[in-house]
């Protein structure tokens, strides 16, 4: 089955009006989250520099530094604008992450793909993550995150234009939040992760768009090693 079809089948069978989390997720305060910490929030923290550099935000007044502060600045900077640079060309290029966590509910197995620019206020890239428990446990879920995504204040359900690859584009209802601040979020649950695997290949793109207007475009590549990986997570 068709990644498509697995998504619309579960989007469209659930409640429109419905303000929670996704089956299995809870709320946080903010957006919704799996129920146990999982390592690509620490991969995403590792990043957050390059996010935070992709959408502008307001400065602190200047003061007057001494040398000394001027000069530690001045080397943070370079330390930073060194890093940034690297991650910078991580994510242009598209990159993979995936782990495991052991929780009481069994093993939470994640894979995340991330392909972030500055360009079109984010909506050309972002991250998507497959994420799910190991069997019997059929908690599973597809998340994307980009800048271009609305970032309502509390959770939402929204109504999204779905494209896959060249297949005809689907409306379906979906879950929306903020991540972090600096991103929106838009979470469908799937019926295991094993089904969500049966509907990935080694490419594939995707395409969500709202009220006509593409909010994200995001194209993976080199699937195949992540799909194993995570079939073995799962067993």
């Avoid at 799910?132 to 059929?138: I, L, V």
Wanted: overall charge neutral; glycine content about 6%; aromatic content about 8%.
């Amino acid at each position: 089955m068709r990644m498509l079809a697995i998504l619309s089948f579960i989007s469209l069978s659930l409640p429109f009006e419905a303000a929670a989390c996704p089956t299995g997720m809870l709320y946080d305060g903010n957006g919704c989250s799996p129920p146990y910490q999982y390592s690509m929030d620490d991969w995403i923290r590792e990043k957050n520099d390059y996010l935070d550099s992709l959408e502008p935000r307001e400065r602190p007044p200047a003061r007057v530094l001494s040398p000394e502060e001027l000069e530690n600045l001045k080397r943070l900077q370079a330390e930073k604008d060194a890093r940034d640079a690297i991650i910078a060309r991580e994510v242009a290029n598209g990159i993979w992450f995936s782990a495991s966590s052991s929780t009481p509910e069994g093993k939470l197995c994640t894979a995340s793909f991330a392909k972030l620019t500055s360009q079109d206020n984010g909506k050309s890239g972002g991250i998507v993550s497959i994420m799910g428990f190991q069997k019997p446990k059929p908690d599973a879920w597809l998340i994307f995150y980009g800048t271009g995504l609305p970032k309502p204040n509390k959770v939402k359900k929204i109504k999204i234009s779905l494209q896959q690859d060249d297949e005809p584009a689907q409306t379906v209802q979906v879950f929306n939040y903020r991540y972090q601040g600096r991103a929106g979020a838009i979470a469908f649950s799937v019926p295991g992760l094993t089904a969500a695997l049966d509907g990935m290949r080694d490419r594939q793109s995707f395409k969500l768009s709202i009220d006509g207007n593409a909010a994200m475009v995001l194209q993976w590549t080199d699937a195949a090693p992540i799909i194993e990986q995570l079939r073995q997570c799962a067993k």
